[in-house]
């Protein structure tokens, strides 16, 4: 599959090397430091196997720092972009995602989108009636700083916050990316899966 990562923090790097290992995955991060260092091989995060397998793997991995105009070959665009929490408004900053997501849209782009990023709960529901012309799938990420391709290698369980075919394809890929056999995976509502993480 043509998988695009949006964002190359712990969640969208993971995400990107672990399904680069099957998939022809493209990197994109605004962040024009990050993307020199993933260039030359070198993570921009601290996360010892990431750069084992960018150093020593054969993964089908690029990047760049803005969405390219034609997205009609790509199959799955996963936003894995910041959402900080705001203590005062006691609510996530959706602002980048929602950014993206009109992009994706005037872009005309019409298979799956998935969400990694922490998110409100009803945010994916509402977002799926402002934009139909995409499926939109939330994914939510249960990973730790540092130990980030581990967790995506081996991880507890999946989560599908969608009951669409094109989701529980990309649950499958998922699975099939992964080194750990027989996880736990479960198949929801998006407001459900955005209730899980939360």
Request: aromatic share 8%; with cysteine; net charge positive.
């Amino acid at each position: 599959m043509k998988i695009i990562v949006i964002g190359a923090g712990y969640v969208g790097l993971s995400n990107a090397v672990l399904l680069a290992q099957k998939n022809q995955v493209k990197l994109i991060d605004i962040d024009i430091k990050k993307i020199l260092l993933l260039n030359q091989n070198k993570s921009p995060i601290k996360d010892s196997l990431i750069q084992k397998y960018l150093s020593t793997k054969k993964l089908s991995l690029s990047y760049d720092s803005e969405l390219c105009s034609d997205l009609s070959s790509t199959d799955v665009i996963i936003i894995a972009t910041p959402t900080n929490f705001n203590s005062k408004t006691k609510t996530f900053n959706t602002n980048i995602i929602e950014s993206i997501l009109f992009d994706l849209h005037q872009k005309k782009f019409s298979n799956l989108v998935i969400i990694r990023s922490t998110v409100p709960i009803g945010f994916t529901e509402r977002i799926k009636k402002k934009y139909p012309n995409f499926e939109l799938a939330f994914f939510p990420e249960f990973l730790r700083e540092g130990e980030a391709l581990k967790d995506s290698l081996y991880p507890t369980r999946i989560i599908c916050g969608s009951k669409s075919r094109s989701a529980k394809n990309f649950l499958k890929i998922l699975k099939e990316s992964s080194m750990k056999k027989n996880i736990n995976t479960l198949i929801t509502s998006p407001t459900e899966a955005e209730s899980i993480k939360l």
